[in-house]
Nanobody, 124 residues
Framework: QVQLVESGGGLVQAGGSLRLSCAASGRTFSNYAMGWLRQAPGKEREFVAAISWTGANIYYADSVKGRFTISRDNAKNAVYLQMNSLKPEDTAVYYC?????????????????WGQGTQVTVSS
């Protein structure tokens, strides 16, 4: 079983940056694709970014492409989301998630394990 814990959320002004971290437990961490997903108040959870178990394949939602960067360090059992040029519409709870390789990671149902989320608030 994979346990995920996010950190790095906070309050920033528009145009600022944050770096989210996700610490994963287990010896099989590298066997999973990792994703970041978010949910704003009153809205459905949406895909943000994902990275394959080798790091060779990376995917971004159009809304964050060019601003966010996902990366992973399997030796450290960690995945990161660098968020630059933040906008108020980026305000949400951000979740780290893990899924078995070979799925469409744009879809929320592709993820088997979820962290508890970290709040990101971007002020105007």
């Amino acid at each position: 079983q994979v346990q995920l814990v996010e950190s790095g959320g906070g309050l920033v002004q528009a145009g600022g940056s944050l770096r989210l971290s996700c610490a994963a437990s287990g010896r099989t961490f590298s066997n999973y694709a990792m994703g970041w997903l978010r949910q704003a108040p009153g809205k459905e959870r949406e895909f943000v970014a994902a990275i394959s178990w080798t790091g060779a394949n990376i995917y971004y939602a159009d809304s964050v492409k060019g601003r966010f960067t996902i990366s992973r360090d399997n030796a450290k059992n960690a995945v990161y989301l660098q968020m630059n040029s933040l906008k108020p519409e980026d305000t949400a709870v951000y979740y780290c998630a893990a899924g078995i390789r070979g799925r469409n990671y744009y879809l929320l149902g592709s993820y088997d394990y979820w962290g508890q989320g970290t709040q990101v608030t971007v002020s105007s």
